[in-house]
C-alpha cells in the first residue's frame, strides 16, 4: 500500500520559514518523479514544484522560483520543500504527490499517489 505523508506545516508570519517533508512508502521511491501542489479555500489545486527521481531536474511554479527549494533523500524515502520569505498568499494545504518517470512534471493529472496534506498559514 503507498503511503504519502506530510509533515512540518503550521503558522507563521509574512516573510518566515518553514521546511516540509514528506515521507513515502509502499513504492519504489527513486523511480518516481516528486511533486508538491497546494489548494487554497476556493481555489483548483496548484504546482508548486517537481523534482526529478535522481534529484538533479528541479522546475518551480513562477510564484514561489527564488523562494522555495525541493530536495529529495532516496535513502529516507522523504522529498523537502523549504519554503522561504513566506508571504500570506502562500496560505494553503499542501500535498506531496509521486509520478512514475524520470522528468519532472507541473501536470496534476500526472500524478497517481498523493498525501493527505499539511496546512501551512502565513499571517500579515
Known amino acids: 500500500q503507498v503511503q504519502l505523508v506530510e509533515s512540518g506545516g503550521g503558522l507563521v508570519q509574512a516573510g518566515g520559514s518553514l521546511k516540509l517533508s514528506c515521507a513515502t512508502s509502499?513504492?519504489?521511491?527513486?523511480?518516481?518523479?516528486m511533486g508538491w501542489f497546494r489548494q487554497a479555500p476556493g481555489k483548483e489545486r496548484e504546482f508548486v514544484a517537481a523534482i526529478s527521481w535522481m534529484g538533479g531536474n528541479t522546475v518551480y511554479a513562477d510564484s514561489v522560483k527564488g523562494r522555495f527549494g525541493i530536495s529529495r533523500d532516496n535513502a529516507k524515502n522523504t522529498i523537502y520543500l523549504q519554503m522561504n520569505r513566506l508571504k500570506p498568499e502562500d496560505t494553503s494545504v499542501y500535498y506531496c504527490a509521486a509520478k512514475t518517470g524520470i522528468y519532472p512534471s507541473s501536470n496534476t493529472d500526472s500524478y497517481s499517489n498523493w498525501g493527505q496534506g499539511t496546512q501551512v498559514t502565513v499571517s500579515s
Open positions: 509502499g513504492l519504489t521511491f527513486s523511480s518516481n518523479t
